[in-house]
Nanobody, 121 residues
Framework: QVQLVESGGGLVQPGGSLRLSCAAS????????MAWYRQAPGKQRELVAD???????NYADPVKGRFTISRDNAKNMVYMQMNSLKTEDTAVYYC???????????????WGQGTQVTVSS
């Protein structure tokens, strides 16, 4: 099995910064695209940013220029640096990854348990 564990959430004032981390562990042959999603109270889960194995990134419009996604393939980790945080960034942030557990198998989609980010003065 595969586990994704997020860390780095917390309470921050508007304009502040946080860095989220997500570690993948378990039976891993290869990890394809990795991503961060978020879900605010009463809203649907939405894509924040994603990154391919080779580092090609994509961002949702609300976070462009403020958030930066990165990954360390050797450590099976993905990160997100969040700067200039706004109150509307408050949400539970989830790590997501496409993981192949064995050669020749199709990759499966895995989710972390989420980490709370609260932006408030």
């Amino acid at each position: 099995q595969v586990q994704l564990v997020e860390s780095g959430g917390g309470l921050v004032q508007p304009g502040g910064s946080l860095r989220l981390s997500c570690a993948a562990s378990g039976t891993i042959f290869a990890i394809g695209p990795m991503a961060w999603y978020r879900q605010a109270p009463g809203k649907q889960r939405e894509l924040v940013a994603d990154i391919t194995y080779h580092g090609v990134t994509n961002y949702a419009d609300p976070v462009k220029g403020r958030f930066t996604i990165s990954r360390d393939n050797a450590k099976n980790m993905v990160y997100m640096q969040m700067n200039s945080l706004k109150t509307e960034d408050t949400a539970v942030y989830y790590c997501n990854a496409d993981v192949k557990t064995q050669r020749g198998y199709d990759p499966a989609h895995y989710w972390g348990q989420g980490t709370q980010v609260t932006v408030s003065s």
